[in-house]
């Protein structure tokens, strides 16, 4: 009895190996630029236009994706499957992608907040699909699925919607306007994960404010001096500089679009303001000051009076003469 419980147990222990092995192989990286094996057609900022808008007869499905997305690399077998399906059933059914990293602004242009997302193209008009990508929901959506969903307007595309790569040598001064500016390295995933938040911005309703405000992101790998001069020690950061003053505010929440639009409008102003730096050292300086007020307190008074002591303090003779002085009348 004993014996087919230990033939039971190393059968379990296999099965249990040969799943996990079929679960690697099935995890291998994915690269969601590769489009050797795929019918799937890559758009860019540069052909999206011309492609999508050339024939009122064809429906364009487009998926907006980043590279690093596990969503995204999930969906991609089933995309792949979908593109493939509708290729061999209708040419005027076309299923696209487009890499929202490399190709900013259109993704701006149609305001994606997250990865992916799936929207169908009809001569003008622009649907949204919602809930679950399975292979049937997609082949639904497509094929007039979307009718039921809300139309939603893109911006027109001849609106140029940017967010500044600054330099040290451009970097806005005091009075170069507002400035909600974005800090960054390559290579950091919460910097690349809100990116797509914070190109967003220049799309997003600043209608309740009077202001003009800027938009700007600094690499700070390639410009490293002025992210040491503004003290940048964490990624993403973000900091607001305020018109017309020596004053900018640190951002220290979710960098969502929204929060970030509601900061630059109203909420930077509970936050405790720091004075823009000219040089690294005497900022580094200044903070020092401020930390440890009483410890330099110290060490200014006692070195007044080592340098009081020095001018104004007796030498050996005078002290010597003074003593003898002294003694004698006393006696």
């Given amino acids: 009895m004993k014996s087919y419980k230990f033939i039971f147990l190393i059968f379990l222990i296999v099965s249990a190996l040969f799943i996990n092995l079929n679960n690697c192989e099935d995890d291998e990286e994915v690269d969601m630029n590769d489009n050797s094996n795929s019918d799937v057609i890559l758009l860019t900022d540069s052909n999206f236009e011309d492609l999508t808008t050339s024939n009122p007869n064809e429906t364009w ?92 307007k893109p ?21 170069d306007g507002s400035w909600l500016i974005y800090f960054h390295i390559p290579r950091c995933i919460y910097c690349e994960k809100f990116m797509s938040e914070f190109d967003a911005l220049p799309t997003a309703d600043f209608s309740k404010s009077n202001e003009k405000f800027n938009f700007g992101k600094v690499n700070c790998e390639t410009h490293k001096e002025i992210c040491d001069l503004y003290r940048v020690e964490y990624f993403p950061n973000v900091k607001f500089f305020e018109n017309s003053t020596n004053l900018y505010y640190n951002f220290n929440h979710e960098p969502t679009t929204s929060n970030l639009k509601e900061f630059a409008m109203f909420y930077h102003k509970h936050v405790s303001p720091t004075k823009r730096p000219w040089n690294a050292m005497f900022s580094l300086f200044e903070e020092a000051i401020r930390e440890f007020v009483w410890l330099f307190l110290l060490v200014s008074f006692l070195f007044g009076f080592f340098i009081c002591f020095i001018f104004y303090g007796m030498s050996p003779t005078t002290s010597k003469n003074q003593i003898q002085t002294k003694l004698k009348k006393s006696e």
């Fill in 61 to 152: 499905m487009i998926e907006f994706y980043a590279p690093w997305c596990f969503h995204c690399k999930n969906l991609k077998k089933t995309y792949d499957q979908l593109s493939t399906k509708l290729k061999q059933q209708d040419t005027n059914l076309k299923v696209s992608k487009i890499d929202c990293v490399a190709n900013p602004k259109q993704c701006k242009r149609f305001s994606i907040r997250s990865y992916p997302t799936i929207k169908v193209i009809k001569g003008n008009s622009v649907y949204e699909m919602k809930g679950e990508k399975t292979l049937n929901s997609l082949n639904e959506f497509i094929n007039k699925g979307y009718e039921k969903s809300e139309q939603i």
């Fill in 155 to 175: 911006l027109p595309a001849s609106i140029i919607l940017k967010v500044v790569d600054l330099t040290d040598k451009t970097f806005p001064s005091i009075n």
